[in-house]
């Protein structure tokens, strides 16, 4: 009987905390790593899989994807999980709400999440878990049970929904957000929600440090005000027109106002998610100087550091909040080489073609907010940062624990005995153009069309399994749901 079910030789293994990668070799017994050392015996193991040499990091735990935002949940369950593969991505934690987009309804949780979890079961390539948007008073009375009987411990608020819609002006929020007659999604609501999401910490003392906040910080009010001077001005076109739309400094007045209101709830774990300018990151630092008592994580995704509104690919770039121009992405760049960027995610909602683009094509305001990424997340982090000096452990950190240890995911995020076999193969000197007929997302465009990146993932391993041979998807799903946090 053979001591290993896998067996990876000759990797470069990368890990968060040691500087350089290590020549090791992995074992793998029951999806989990049982040794990490050098030159393994290969006749204990019933497969051997040769690693040339590649980098071996940790699976990507990417934090922030949309999955079913527009299309049926169970169809992106399997697509968008195939082009997550390609980005080396083997765990992802989904953006979920009631209203329109995603299930289309409003209600309980209590009815709401079992379809969404009968929805992608046995679906997805990668392991997977929900954050959840209480929307109305309902659910933040609700959160403790979504803690307890599905292992939900993180929550979201999205700041500009309470007078702007997803995608530009709108004047029925109650409508768009399916939420009850006489209720309103505005600061007091935030305030509430922090509120629940702080009792169902003192509930449940054991979890507290792996149930948290997040929040899409823009500011609705300036982001209208602003939407109009752009729309009647008439002089900027594209993505220019929408950065102008939604200004950076509605991100860092809302970055200052949740900011106060965990302060004010004596809420401490809050997670302010795609920051994408320099004035955001400045009032997410300056708001933790001010309240050190608050343990903030700060995100950004791989399209704000890769992208700006000149080199995007046309108007399939529209994201909320917006991409920027190229200062912000350098000042984004200069923010996580010194350490005051958590984590990187994708953001990925797959908007396919005839959904993203309305008519006239070419309006900005008319087309739908999002696109698809993941495929590119460990790619793009690794080609950019190797140009600016991020190291490899550095990567292994921001893509991988950090989000794990934050969001209760205690089996995942390193390449360590005991851990979940969670592995990604990367070449670092493989050149190649990003082409959208390449992913295997059902999203027929890419905003990054063109980009030349300097490192592949080549395989893909989700505890064990080998979901990603030599660039291929291979098998069929095994991906679980995963109730948070891991025992």
């Known amino acids: 009987m053979s001591t290993y079910d896998l067996l990876l030789t000759n990797v470069r293994v990368v890990r968060h905390d040691r500087p350089e990668p290590e020549l090791m070799d ?100 990668i392991d997977y878990g929900f954050h959840l948007a209480p929307m109305s008073r309902e659910h933040i009375g609700e959160v403790p049970s979504l803690v307890e009987e599905h292992g939900v411990t993180s929550f979201k608020i999205f700041m500009f929904y309470g007078s702007h819609g997803l995608h530009g002006r709108s004047a029925d929020q109650n409508s768009f957000l399916m939420i009850p007659e006489g209720e309103r999604y505005d600061y007091a609501h935030f305030e509430f929600v922090m509120r629940g999401v702080q009792a169902a910490r003192e509930q449940f003392p054991e979890l507290a440090d792996e149930i948290s906040l997040s929040l899409h910080c823009e500011t609705a009010e300036i982001m209208s005000a602003y939407t109009k001077q752009v729309e009647q001005d008439g002089t900027l076109r594209g993505l220019e027109a929408y950065h102008a739309s939604r200004p950076p400094h509605s991100e860092g007045l809302a970055v200052s106002i949740a900011s106060y209101l965990a302060h004010e709830t004596g809420l401490p774990k809050i997670n302010l998610l795609h920051l994408t300018s320099e004035k955001a990151v400045d009032a997410a630092l300056r708001m933790a100087r001010a309240f050190p008592h608050i343990d903030f994580r700060r995100e950004v995704t791989i399209g704000h550091l890769v992208a700006d ?113 969670d592995i990604c193969l990367v070449d670092p000197d493989s050149t190649w153009t990003v082409r959208a007929e390449d992913s295997e997302s059902t999203q027929e465009y890419t905003p990054f069309e063109g980009f030349e990146l300097t490192a592949r993932v080549t395989d893909t391993f989700v505890r064990g399994q080998h979901v990603l041979v030599d660039g291929k998807v291979t098998g069929e799903p095994a991906g679980r749901y995963l109730a948070r946090p891991q025992r």
């Open 26 to 125: 992995i074992g793998v017994t029951d999806g989990r790593i049982s040794r990490v050392a050098p030159q393994i015996d290969r006749a204990e193991a019933a497969q051997v899989v040769d690693g040339g040499g590649r980098l071996a990091f940790p699976g990507v735990v990417d934090a922030h994807q949309h999955w079913g935002i527009y299309n049926p949940l169970s169809e992106d369950a399997v697509s968008e999980s195939r082009a997550s593969v390609q980005g080396g991505v083997t765990t992802a934690l989904n953006y979920m709400r009631t209203g329109q987009y995603y299930l289309n309804r409003g209600g309980r949780y209590a009815d709401f999440f079992p379809e969404v979890l009968a929805a992608t079961e046995g679906r997805s390539y």
């Open 309 to 421: 509104i000149d080199t995007a690919h046309g108007l399939g770039g529209k994201v909320n909040p917006p991409l920027r121009p190229r200062a912000d992405v350098e000042a984004l760049w200069g923010y996580v080489l010194d350490g005051k960027i958590d984590w990187v995610v994708s953001d990925h909602a797959c908007c396919k073609d005839e959904v993203k683009f309305g008519e006239p094509r070419d309006d900005i305001f008319v087309a739908k907010s999002g696109f698809g990424g993941a495929e590119y997340l460990l790619p793009g982090l690794v080609t950019e940062g190797s140009r600016r000096g991020l190291s490899y452990q550095r990567v292994a950190e921001l893509t991988s624990w950090n989000p794990a240890q934050r969001f209760g995911l205690r089996n995942k995020g390193a390449l360590v005995q005991g851990y979940d076999a």
